[in-house]
C-alpha cells in the first residue's frame, strides 16, 4: 500500500521538495545579506523606530534593497492549498481509484493512510519552508512587528495550520466535485474573512489619542510595529 501511494504522488512530492528547497536556499543567502545590514543583529534594534539612526538607516536600506522579496513573500500564503488540490481529484478524473480502491485493502483503511502519509508531507514540507522564511524576515519584525498580515500568515505554526485546512478543503472539494480548482476559491475566501473580519475582533483593541504635530500627518500617529485597525 505504501509502494503505491508512493508512486501515485510521487511527481507532486519530488516537485514540491524541489520547489521548498531552492526557495529555502534563495531565502538564506538573501537572509544572510539582509541580516549584515544589521550591526548588532536584528533583535537589538526591535522597538527602536524614530530612537536609533543607526537602526533607522539599516531599516531604511532593508527596505530598498529587500522590500521586493517581502512583497513576494505573500504570494506564499496561497501555496499551501496547491498541496492538496490534485489529491483525490486527480485520483477521480484518471480513473485511479478503480485501481487502488478495489483491492483487497478496504477502502477507509486505504483512504486514512493515504490521507495521513500526504499530510505529514504537507507538514513537514511547510514547516521546513516556514522555518526559514521566519528566519528570513527577522529583520522586517524587528522594524514592522510580527502582527501585520503579511508577517503573521507566513511565520510560526500559523502556515502549517492553514496547510492543513488547505489539504482538507481541497481533499474535500475533490471528493464531492471530483474537480480541484474550486478549493482555490474556498480557501481564498476563508482566509479573507479570516484575516479582514474575525482577526481583527480577537481582541479589544487599545485607543490612542495624540497630537498631530504642526505640518504633520494623521498617518504618524502610532508606532510603526503596531497593527492599527482603523484611525480617524
Known amino acids: 500500500m505504501a509502494w503505491l501511494i508512493w508512486r501515485q504522488h510521487r511527481t507532486e512530492v519530488c516537485v514540491l521538495g524541489l520547489f521548498v528547497g531552492l526557495f529555502g536556499v534563495a531565502l538564506l543567502v538573501l537572509g544572510s545579506q539582509a541580516h549584515d545590514l544589521f550591526p548588532g543583529g536584528p533583535a537589538r534594534c526591535a522597538g527602536q523606530a524614530g530612537v536609533d539612526e543607526a537602526c533607522a538607516a539599516s531599516s531604511r536600506r532593508l527596505d530598498d534593497e529587500y522590500g521586493f522579496v517581502e512583497n513576494l513573500l505573500a504570494v506564499f500564503s496561497l501555496v499551501p492549498v496547491v498541496i492538496g488540490a490534485p489529491l483525490l481529484a486527480r485520483e477521480l478524473e484518471d480513473g485511479t481509484w478503480q485501481l487502488a480502491w478495489t483491492r483487497a485493502v478496504p477502502r477507509m483503511r486505504w483512504l486514512v493512510a493515504e490521507l495521513a502519509a500526504l499530510a505529514g508531507v504537507t507538514v ?109
Do not use: C, N
Open 124 to 232: 513537514v514540507l511547510t514547516g521546513t519552508f516556514t522555518a526559514v522564511l521566519t528566519w528570513f524576515r527577522l529583520p522586517f519584525d524587528a522594524w514592522e512587528g510580527r502582527f501585520q498580515y503579511d508577517a503573521f500568515d507566513l511565520e510560526g505554526l500559523v502556515p502549517v495550520a492553514y496547510a492543513l485546512f488547505a489539504f482538507g478543503v481541497a481533499t474535500a472539494a475533490g471528493a464531492i466535485l471530483r474537480r480541484g480548482l474550486p478549493a482555490f476559491g474556498a480557501f481564498l475566501a476563508v482566509r479573507m474573512v479570516v484575516a479582514l473580519v474575525a482577526r481583527p475582533a480577537d481582541a479589544t483593541p487599545l485607543t490612542t489619542v495624540e497630537p498631530i504635530p504642526v505640518g504633520g500627518s494623521k498617518d504618524q500617529v502610532g508606532h510603526i510595529a503596531d497593527w492599527t485597525i482603523d484611525r480617524g
